[in-house]
């Protein structure tokens, strides 16, 4: 998910962090242009697959 996110167009800053208590909880700290950015990229490809493999995303 990083290297297509950071590629993405307006995406500024993407980052991830495995929790170091439960190796199977990460948090994701992304910085977008704008608002529209952020919606244009929850409609990625690599993004609906991230998807189907995470129990909860908080936006």
């Known amino acids: 998910m990083i290297e ?3 590629d993405g ?3 500024l800053a993407y980052q991830p962090y ?3 208590n439960d ?3 990460m948090v994701v700290v992304e910085q ?3 608002r529209r950015a ?3 990229h929850f409609t ?3 993004l609906h697959h991230a998807r189907q493999r995470v129990v ?3 936006v």
Do not use: F, G, M, N
């Open 18 to 20: 495995t929790d170091p």
């Open 32 to 34: 977008w242009a704008d």
């Open 23 to 25: 190796p199977a909880r």
């Open 56 to 58: 909860v995303i908080h």
């Open 4 to 6: 297509p996110s950071l």
């Open 38 to 40: 952020l919606d244009e």
């Open 9 to 11: 167009p307006y995406c």
């Open 44 to 46: 990625t490809s690599h």
